[in-house]
């Protein structure tokens, strides 16, 4: 069986407009809806190696039927896949596959 490679680095600054991306980065900040909407959960991830954290490009990675996601917190590092679209300006990744990376000391 063929081992998988590892994706090459995603640079924030030059995403698709639309395709499969895969990247890793920290989560800048994270949103909850009221009890009154439908469930969503929002959090922004940048780039971990971001030269001013929290000024430079992001993504939003957004999950339907969410109100939370246990672990996933502004300063956590993640590795994330899925499909990017761009939704009201922002690069947009709906529901997408995550895996919470260990903190660096």
Not at 28 to 48: K, L, Y
Not at 74 to 101: C, H, K, Q, W
Request: hydrophobic share 35%; glycine share 10%; proline share 10%.
């Amino acid at each position: 069986m063929a081992e998988r490679s590892a994706p090459a680095p995603l640079d924030f600054s030059r995403l698709p407009e639309r395709g499969q991306v895969a990247g890793e980065g920290t989560i800048r900040s994270v949103t909850f809806v009221a009890p009154s909407e439908t469930p969503r959960f929002t959090a922004m991830i940048e780039d971990g190696q971001a030269e001013r954290p929290g000024r430079g490009p992001a993504i939003r990675l957004l999950w339907l039927g969410r109100r939370r996601i246990r672990g996933i917190d502004a300063g956590t590092p993640v590795r994330f896949s899925g499909m990017l679209s761009t939704v009201d300006g922002e690069p947009t990744i709906y529901n997408p596959r995550y895996e919470i990376l260990a903190k660096e000391d």
